[in-house]
């Protein structure tokens, strides 16, 4: 059983940063793409941002050039480093990860961006 486990949410300030952690069970290299996905209360979950294997990174608009995801390989992590958040960032953040044997999900970590 695949597990995704995230880290680093928390309350932080608008115009502040966050930088949120994944750690898949097993080897990063298993799962090509993972990527972020949030959801506020009272919406849908919505895509923030995939990091393939290889190749471009790509993000929602709503996060474009504040948001960065990427892979650490010798520390088998994925990380989403948050800038400049506002407090429509405001969500419960989820690890995604897709390998051959299907899609998986961590269990989320709550950012909120208030004063």
């Known amino acids: 059983q695949v597990q995704l486990v995230e880290s680093g949410g928390g309350l932080v300030e608008p115009g502040g940063s966050l930088r949120l952690s994944c750690a898949p069970s097993g080897s990063i290299f298993s799962f090509d793409p993972m990527g972020w996905y949030r959801q506020a209360p009272g919406r849908e979950r919505e895509w923030v941002a995939t990091v393939p294997r290889t190749g471009s990174r790509i993000y929602a608009e709503s996060v474009k050039g504040r948001f960065t995801a990427y892979r650490d390989n010798a520390k088998n992590l994925v990380y989403l480093q948050m800038n400049a958040l506002k407090p429509e960032d405001t969500a419960v953040y989820y690890c995604?990860?897709?390998?051959?044997?299907?899609?998986?999900w961590g269990q989320g970590t709550q950012v909120t961006v208030s004063s």
């Open positions: 995604h990860a897709r390998s051959s044997a299907g899609d998986y």
